[in-house]
């Protein structure tokens, strides 16, 4: 079975521009949950979506936005990039059966300089 | 609120000796509790997982953790580091996709 997969890998932005980060769930997996890890703050959750829909959002800014297709892909997008949205993005799915655990992607490090 | 405390942010252990990883948690009604791993660059890996049943919990690459109620605590051990444990270890509480996780300890193994 596929794992959790982020496409790309590593990214460079200058400030000011936009991104979009993508995330292929395991298959079967419904859920899919994003978080920003950096150094200073840890993993921080950013948004879930399931079945297309956002279930929970973090205290994040309006420039963070995500969404779900019907395959249960996922995409998150960042607009006008600052300084600090430089991080590693996490992608995680699940089943959404309750206790399972998320299985997180590789990640996506966003450099923005 | 549910929260997860890591006292320790770092560690430094001899290989071939025992390792216990400190994890205290707030939680409302019993947690769903989870130990994560993660090595430089790359996403977390889930080392084990305990929502009911035995308080003691056997993960995967020789780790177990116990859930103590009375403590609020779910402590990661394994009697014998390898070098290849040195990585984050992040412990999470949660129910469904409501997922709270610990600022996480850093494990460094001496040769």
């Known amino acids: 079975k596929a794992g959790v997969t982020q496409t790309p890998r590593y990214l460079i932005k200058t400030r000011g521009q936009q991104v979009t980060l993508s995330c292929s769930p395991i298959?079967?997996?419904?859920?899919v949950s994003w978080y920003q890890q950096t150094p200073g703050q840890g993993l921080q959750f950013l948004f879930e979506?399931?079945?297309?829909?956002?279930?929970n959002k973090g205290n994040f800014p309006g420039r963070f936005s995500g969404r779900q297709f019907s395959n249960s892909r996922s995409e998150m997008n960042v607009s006008t990039l600052e300084l600090g949205d430089s991080a590693l993005y996490l992608c995680?799915?699940?089943?959404?059966?309750?206790?399972?655990?998320?299985?997180f992607g590789s990640g996506t490090r966003l450099t923005v300089v | 609120a549910q929260s997860v405390t890591q006292p320790d942010i770092h560690i430094t252990v001899s290989e071939g000796a025992s390792l216990e990883l400190r994890c205290n948690y707030s939680?409302?009604?019993?947690?769903?509790l989870f130990w994560y791993v993660q090595s430089p660059g790359q996403g977390l890996q889930l080392l084990l997982k305990y929502f009911s049943g035995d308080t003691l919990v056997q993960g995967i690459k020789g780790f177990e953790a116990e859930f103590k109620r009375s403590q609020s605590s779910f402590n990661l051990r394994k009697p014998s580091v390898h070098w290849s444990d040195a990585a984050e270890y992040f412990c999470?509480?949660?129910?469904?996709?409501?997922?709270?996780f610990g600022a996480g300890t850093r494990l460094t193994v001496k040769p």
């Open positions: 995680a799915s699940s089943p959404d059966t309750e206790g399972y655990g998320y299985t």
């Open positions: 979506y399931f079945s297309e829909t956002q279930r």
């Open positions: 298959s079967g997996h419904r859920s």
């Open positions: 939680y409302g009604a019993t947690p769903y």
């Open positions: 999470a509480v949660g129910a469904g996709s409501d997922m709270r």
